[in-house]
């Protein structure tokens, strides 16, 4: 992790996400409150049990959302793109976090001190409203991509991963996975060996295309089938 403090607050592109009813001189203030950090890939943001001191967004990169089980297993809770928020459901409601965040690439985190974020709640109707906004609408999206990867077999479960890398993730048909088969396995709560055979029988079906890491997508409208019907 690097400390990257400098403040750009008044140009960064998030400000049009969260802070847009703050004023200059509150964007100014906020600067104090304000720190950067680079996270290199695997990179631990937080994890499970650390107190929660922080209103966090992801920068740049890409983070994982998970949990460890008893048995020490991950269960990936969600996949987090840029100007979404990493790590701020629980924010008012809990002193610890419940889950942990890591990097699956190097990514960027914007962190501001919580009290600070707690008083502009108070103090600015607006802001307030929109921050509840935004929390609404990232805790909709991991519960509705939750069930609609629970509804879907092994195949389609696949599918729909896939289809998330390349349409909301990367926008491009051609990619690297950013994470391992076995994260995959646990994101769509399958074996590893399941998910491998799966991506095999795609690139059999010349649906995709693999080259270690790298994924082209060649017939997206049967992997859109198969997801859909999946």
Not at 182 to 196: C, K, P, R
Request: charged share 25%; with cysteine.
């Amino acid at each position: 992790m690097i400390d990257q403090s400098k403040c750009q607050c008044s140009d960064c592109q998030f400000r049009n996400v969260a802070f847009s009813t703050l004023a200059d001189s509150e964007i100014t203030t906020l600067c104090d409150y304000h720190k950067e950090y680079s996270y290199n890939r695997g990179g631990i943001i937080h994890k499970e049990g650390d107190p929660i001191q922080e209103f966090k967004y992801l920068k740049s990169g890409l983070v994982k959302v998970y949990r460890t089980s008893a048995v020490g297993n991950e269960q990936i809770i969600a996949i987090t793109k840029p100007f979404e928020f990493v790590s701020n459901i629980s924010i008012f409601s809990e002193e610890r976090y419940k889950y942990s965040v890591s990097a699956i690439e190097d990514s960027v985190i914007c962190s501001i001190k919580l009290d600070y974020i707690r008083s502009l709640v108070l103090g600015h109707g607006n802001f307030a409203l929109e921050l509840m906004t935004r929390l609404s609408q990232i805790t909709d999206k991991i519960i509705l991509q939750t069930l609609d990867i629970r509804n879907r077999n092994l195949a389609g479960r696949v599918a729909y991963i896939l289809l998330y890398f390349t349409n909301d993730i990367y926008k491009s048909m051609v990619f690297n996975l950013p994470v391992s088969r076995q994260e995959i396995a646990d994101y769509i709560s399958m074996s590893t060996a399941n998910v491998i055979r799966t991506l095999s029988e795609f690139r059999k079906e010349g649906i995709i295309k693999l080259h270690g890491k790298t994924v082209e997508i060649v017939d997206i409208g049967k992997l859109e089938m198969i997801s859909s019907k999946g």
